[in-house]
Each structure stands twice: as structure tokens, then as C-alpha cells.
């Protein structure tokens, strides 16, 4: 199997050094994209014979993680792992997370750091966030994933092919998981463990948080336009015409319109149409591109 390793990486001269070494003796193609680093990064790695894409500026997580995508589509790989640059995974757990990939199991393999007794190493700022966002995930994926949010993965050549992600951000890592999931590719998990050396992380808790969330409010609305925007349609015109039957049942007795009830009744019934016909144009929209792929 012809194996690449891909290392996002931003200011990573202490760890890059070691973490090449090490990885090359599994296999020659270590792709290394330096997403705009101010120190020696790119020099280090070219030195140390990897391929290194290099971003001008600071694009983000995410554009560096296709940039290693279109490398390792480019070179003709049969699988790709990403590695993180910080020095916290396991050179020995990349057999774990290539296994499935090699037994023709599954098409992406994610890391996990709370499978068996990994959780025990992760901090608990960070355990309480990543267990929330990955129930946020699961809910848009069908699927019970115990770490939506591990950087360390294993893909297939087909999902290399197939799978464009267009994410900058942090949000990358749900919105791969959300376009593969509507792809019906086979996603598993594998137990790692992790090495937390003080606050290696480079990504602000609320500033990642927040890029998944929107990442996950995007992607589950591209791929399930009528679900995500149809249910909620459907809430409000019920709502709607409720307090419009009402409103009508009061002027009858009355002769007085309730302006609250009115109003309510107005609002409910246009924010439905509204989502009603965003779920329509969007769904149709969705139904093209996908036809004219094909």
C-alpha cells in the first residue's frame, strides 16, 4: 500500500524535526503544509526530504488539510493519514488507525482519544469541549463517534478522490465527516492515546467551538435541506395558523382584533413560508449540482 502522511503545521520548528524523522521510516511521502509559519518550518522539513506545500499566509486548520488532500490525491495514494505537528500523537498508533484501511473495512479512521483509557490524558477543559461538539456532530451524522475532533485520521484512495472539503477553519474536521457520512463511506474509530505536554493547542476553545458549530449548521443544510429547513417550516405554520384560526375566533365574538395574537400569527406564518421556500430552492438547487457531478 502506497501510504502518505500528511503535517499541517504553523510554527512547528521545535516539533517538525523529530516527528519527520520518525515517520520516515514508514514511508518516504510525508507531506508537510506550512500554513504560513514566520519561523523555519518549510526549511526544516525540505531538508529533511519531505514535500512541503507552503501557504504565503495563515489560511487555517482546514486550508491546510486540503492542501495535503489535492498532494496526496496528486501523488496516487492508496490511503492518507494525518499526523499533527505538536508532538502529541504516537508514531506507533499509525498502524492502529491504517488497519481498517488496509483490511478493506473502512474508508476513514478516526483516532480516538476517549476509547479504552485515552480519555485519562486529555485535560478536562478540553474533554468537556470536544464531547459537545461531537454530540453536535453525531446528531447531524447518524452516527455515535466518540471524537468528532481528533486531527488524527486515516482515508482511503476513494475518499481522496471523492471527497472535496472546502472548509479554512477548524470546522474541516465535522464538515469531512458530514459529507462523507451523506456519501455513505464507512467511518469507524480506533483507540489512541495521547501526549499532552502543557498547552500545546494553537486553536482559542471559543473560537474553534464556534467555527464547528457553524461549519455543522452549513453542511447539515447543503446536504439535508428539507429536514433542516422543512421541520422548522412546518413548527411555524402550524404556529402561525393556530394563532390566525384564534385571532379569526376573537374577532367573531368580539369585533376587536387582538394585536398580539395577530402579530403573532403574521410572524410565525411568514418566517414558515419563508424556510418552506428555502427548503424548496435549496433542496432543488442541491438536486442539480449533484446530477450534473454525475
Known amino acids: 500500500m502506497s501510504l502518505a502522511i500528511g503535517i ?32 523555519l518550518t518549510s526549511k526544516i522539513s525540505e531538508d529533511l526530504g519531505a514535500i512541503v506545500i507552503k501557504h504565503e499566509k495563515n489560511l487555517g486548520y482546514g486550508a491546510a488539510i486540503r492542501s495535503i488532500f ?7 495514494c492508496d490511503a492518507l493519514v494525518t499526523f499533527d505537528a505538536d508532538g502529541q500523537h504516537r508514531i ?18 478516526i483516532g480516538s482519544r476517549f476509547l479504552d483509557d485515552g480519555e485519562k490524558e486529555v485535560p478536562n477543559y478540553r474533554k468537556v469541549g470536544i464531547k459537545v461538539i461531537t ?12 471524537d468528532s475532533q481528533s486531527g488524527f485520521r486515516a482515508y482511503s484512495k476513494q ?3 471523492e471527497l472535496n472539503p472546502s472548509e479554512l477553519g477548524m470546522g474541516i474536521s465535522t464538515e469531512i465527516l458530514i459529507k462523507a457520512s451523506s456519501q455513505e463511506f464507512r467511518i469507524t474509530e480506533v483507540p489512541i492515546k495521547i501526549m499532552y505536554g502543557g498547552n500545546t493547542s494553537t486553536h482559542n476553545p471559543i473560537s474553534h467551538g464556534s467555527s464547528v458549530l457553524l461549519s455543522t449548521i452549513k453542511f447539515t443544510s447543503i446536504e439535508n435541506p428539507l429536514k433542516f429547513y422543512g421541520i422548522p ?14 385571532t379569526i375566533q376573537e374577532y367573531a365574538i368580539s369585533g376587536e382584533i387582538i394585536t398580539n395574537i395577530a402579530i403573532i400569527a403574521i410572524g410565525c406564518v411568514i418566517v414558515g413560508v419563508v424556510l418552506l421556500l428555502c427548503a424548496i430552492l435549496l433542496y432543488s438547487l442541491v438536486s442539480v449540482v449533484r446530477e450534473g457531478k454525475n
Do not use: H
Not at 524523522?21 to 510525508?30: C, N, R
Not at 454530540?135 to 466518540?146: A, C, F, G, H, R
Open 70 to 76: 489535492l498532494k496526496a490525491k496528486d501523488l496516487d
Open 92 to 109: 506507533q498508533d499509525i498502524s492502529k488507525v491504517i488497519q481498517p484501511i488496509i483490511e478493506k473495512k473502512s474508508d476513514i479512521v
Open 135 to 146: 454530540k453536535i456532530t453525531n446528531m447531524s451524522i447518524k452516527k455515535e463517534l466518540t
Open 8 to 39: 499541517p503545521a504553523y510554527n512547528e520548528e521545535k516539533n517538525i524535526a523529530v516527528i519527520i524523522t520518525q515517520l520516515k521510516e514508514i514511508t518516504d511521502k510525508i507531506i508537510v503544509c506550512d500554513d504560513g509559519s514566520r519561523d
Open 233 to 246: 417550516s412546518v413548527f411555524f405554520l402550524i404556529i402561525g395558523l393556530s394563532f390566525t384560526i384564534w
Open 159 to 161: 475518499v481522496l478522490s
